[in-house]
């Protein structure tokens, strides 16, 4: 517990930064008054108001005249949501097939392991790629594309310690007094390994948003009219020069939000993993 309140300085700043973007999510629609699909173009490209652009557009405008930070927040809802509902799925699915690897052992387990290998060996964004161009784009399809990346990761997690849990003497005693499977997993084994899976989650999360972000980039991500991170960017990769701003800021958002939930996961190993405490002495 010391430990876990002995935050570093360079991860409080994380919380804090992670802390706005939650609050952006949630409360975004207070810090702009115009609509993110509002256009305007007798404003077009026109610089935030802090550099000498028209009032009340704090972070200026895009090509057609829309709102950046209207643009900005709803794009940072949406790649945010995305990320965090297809990091869920994965962990759901990758948890559930290491602990059915770990219950079955055997021929089972062996199949189940090779099929994570099968999944960790390709190469995902050429996967959502062909899906995507053969099944058309769509939200649903979308975030269940996210929900497989990443999951193999959780399957060996979860096997390998639900293995070394099943081995203490605690599991044995409940698997001794009749418990059935289910309970055993759900109800004694699962709340000693949510630890390990949870800081997985936080390292998965943000290489789940970078993947959402290249994807829709590269245009075969978020449609309109909705908006993400990474559409911002690609919209304003022609603007580089004379309207800098509809790129950077959605990549300052990126950069701060993903470095952020990663040097939180990065503490949180450090502080739950037993073997890296004190330079691994205790």
Known sequence: MRRLFAVPPLVMLAMLVLAAVVGVCLFGDALSPHSPTAQNLRLRLRPPSWLGGPEGYLLGTDRIGRDIVARLVMATRISVAVALAGTLIG?????????????????????????????????????????????????????????????????????????????????????????????????????????????????????????????????????????????????????????????VFPGIVIVLTTLSISLIGDWLRDVMDPTLRDGGRS
């Open 91 to 247: 962990a759901v699915i990758g948890t559930a097939i290491g602990f059915v690897a770990a219950h079955l052992r055997g021929w089972a387990e062996e199949a189940i392991m090779m099929l994570v290998d099968v999944q960790a060996s390709l190469p995902f964004i050429l996967i959502a790629l062909t899906l995507l161009a053969f099944f058309g784009n769509s939200i649903t399809l979308f975030v269940v594309l996210m929900g497989l990346n990443g999951w193999e990761n959780y399957a060996r997690l979860a096997r390998g310690v639900v293995l070394s849990a099943a081995s203490q003497p605690y599991a044995k005693a409940v698997k001794a007094l009749g418990a059935s499977p289910l309970r055993l997993y759900l109800r004694h084994l699962l709340p000693n390994v949510a630890g390990v899976l949870i800081v997985q989650f936080t390292l998965n999360f943000p290489q789940t948003i970078l993947l959402e972000t290249g994807l829709s980039f590269l245009g075969l991500g978020i449609q309109p009219p909705l908006t993400s991170l990474g559409q911002l960017l690609g919209e304003g990769r022609d603007f580089l020069l004379n309207a800098w701003w509809i790129a």
